[in-house]
């Protein structure tokens, strides 16, 4: 202040600049005298902040261990229901392990260690009480619920069954060891190599009441391993990393052995090989306005009467086949696939679908045909139902979903059966010429079923006008009011594979038949 009057008189402005330089000495003592208590006030918050801490956790152990004892006695309870179930049971323990063995026993001796660190002592006791009467103020207090309980009753209980259990357990022991066996499989490529076939996921499934499914994946020596399971009779069930399947049925596993099996595996997934549908006739037979249908597909009811198509190959390798469902739309692209369209120059096309796999109006102009066709490696696929129809017969394709029954000559021209291209049964075995209709089959001499696979060739929709010399199968047919399709002799069966050319023969017999007169019902034809 004295230097600033010596530079001013004026006593106000120079107070003035001095408070502007120094600051308001009443602020700046009560910023010192916060610098001097903060220690002092941060640590009683801090102690303040513990205690309040400790208290909280305090009361939430103390629940805790409350609900704790509470769900013990419950557990404890249905533990000693259910020992005491097993203990009576006659056959109980013909599946029980070594493994279960010495988990009983060592659960025994946790149990006699519990028991025995529950037994009161007078240092215990004086330590709850004195928590006690600390804390909660006598017998009423925290003290009494902190004082160790004494040994119960249901622990002594529980204690006497495990032991009955592991006597009964060790005098069975010979027969228990017996039931436990090792299963795995060991998985190798189908090559000169015979490499392990690596990351091949498999699943193995318990039949009977016993039931039961686990999984797991082939390592890098190529081994399916399961670990010891019961004896019985098991399912496997096997997928390569390309989606292929494959099955081994009903084996059989002994008490007293373990099994292992080889399994032989595609190396690598089915690549697409093109493929040539060639259609063998006669010249007299041939036209250029037929197409063939040709339907590789396999259908089957699911719930509510809806018909699901499906559509997949199989090759071998080794001894084992291997399903490729072509269908699968995480390996193959979306496309109709199983069903395809043969002109009379044997050109090829896929036929379209819905999705639901129905048969759609086809315009003949759009189609996509080739001299061949792509279809996956495989090594049967067999039992097409072949469609012969006019190529504008595919404007109304349609139609062709809701005819379920054809009658069908027999393939010794004698008699004639109905045929339904959507049962199975008829599809792998049909009659021999026996005329037992629907059913599919026939009675031999002996009384017994006889089903002789073969093909088939249906005519959906019949030529009104056909001229009458005409030997063209489509006219023929059409000209029969009594007969829908003919039974080819054999079954036509294909295969598709990489060293050689695929070409697929659909040969068409020569057909001279006389008109049946109408009510003569299932009669014998002449060639």
Request: hydrophobic letters at 35%; charged letters at 25%.
């Amino acid at each position: 202040m004295n230097r600033e009057l010596l530079k001013n008189a004026d006593e106000q402005l120079a107070r003035q600049h001095v408070l502007n330089q120094f600051g308001d000495p009443i602020k700046i003592a009560r910023q010192l005298w916060f610098d001097a208590m903060k220690e002092r006030m941060m640590s009683q918050r801090i102690i303040t902040g513990v205690s309040v801490v400790m208290a909280v956790c305090s009361i939430a152990v103390v629940g805790i261990a409350w609900m704790l004892m509470r769900e013990s006695q419950g557990v404890n309870q249905k533990m000693l229901a259910q020992l005491a179930v097993i203990a009576d049971r006659p056959q109980a323990d013909s599946t029980v392990v070594k493994s279960l063995q010495r988990t009983n026993e060592a659960i025994v001796r946790e149990l006699k260690v519990l028991a025995e660190s529950q037994k009161p002592s007078q240092q215990s006791a004086g330590m709850g009480s004195g928590f006690g009467s600390s804390i909660g103020g006598g017998e009423g207090g925290f003290g009494a619920m902190a004082k160790p309980a004494e040994p119960s009753n249901i622990n002594q209980q529980i204690l006497k069954q495990l032991e009955q259990l592991n006597k009964k357990s060790t005098s069975q022991g010979g027969s228990t060891s017996e039931a436990m066996n090792k299963i795995s499989f060991q998985l190798m490529q189908d090559n000169k190599g015979k490499k392990p076939a690596v990351g091949f996921f498999g699943t193995l499934t318990k039949i009977g009441t016993d039931a039961f499914s686990l999984n797991a994946t082939s390592n890098k020596y190529g081994t399916l391993d399961f670990g010891k399971l019961p004896w019985g009779r098991y399912d496997l069930s096997l997928q390569s990393p390309w989606n292929e399947t494959s099955r081994i049925s009903r084996f059989a596993v002994i008490p007293g052995r373990n099994y292992v099996q080889g399994i032989f595996c595609p190396v690598a997934a089915p690549e697409e090989v093109p493929v040539q549908f060639q259609v063998d006739w006669s010249e007299k037979q041939k036209s250029d306005d037929l197409v063939f249908i040709c339907d590789f597909r396999t259908t089957y009811q699911a719930r509510g009467g809806v018909t699901i198509y499906e559509f997949s190959s199989s090759r071998k390798a080794g001894d084992v086949f291997w399903q490729n469902d072509q269908n699968d739309t995480n390996s193959h692209p979306r496309e109709p696939r199983g069903i395809y369209l043969i002109s009379g120059n044997n050109q090829v096309s896929r036929c379209p679908v819905d999705e639901a796999g129905k048969f759609i109006d086809i315009d003949p102009d759009t189609l996509d045909e080739k001299p061949s066709i792509n279809m996956f490696e495989g090594d049967s696929y067999q039992q097409p139902v072949i469609y012969l129809i006019s190529k504008q017969d595919l404007k109304n394709l349609s139609q062709l979903n809701s005819l379920k029954m054809f009658d069908v000559i027999d393939k010794d021209r004698a008699r004639v059966f109905t045929y339904n291209p959507l049962n199975q049964l008829q599809r792998f075995g049909i009659n021999s010429g026996d005329g037992l209709g629907g059913f599919g089959g026939s009675l031999g001499r002996k009384n017994k079923l006889a089903f002789v696979p073969s093909t088939k060739i249906l005519v959906p929709f019949k030529k009104k006008d056909t001229s009458a010399d005409s030997a063209n199968l489509f006219d023929v047919i059409s000209r029969q009011k009594m007969i829908d399709g003919i039974q080819l002799p054999e079954l036509l069966s294909y295969s598709v594979t990489k060293d050689q050319p695929n070409v697929w023969k659909i040969k068409i017999p020569d057909l001279k038949l006389k008109a049946i007169p109408e009510g003569a019902g299932f009669g014998s034809f002449e060639r």
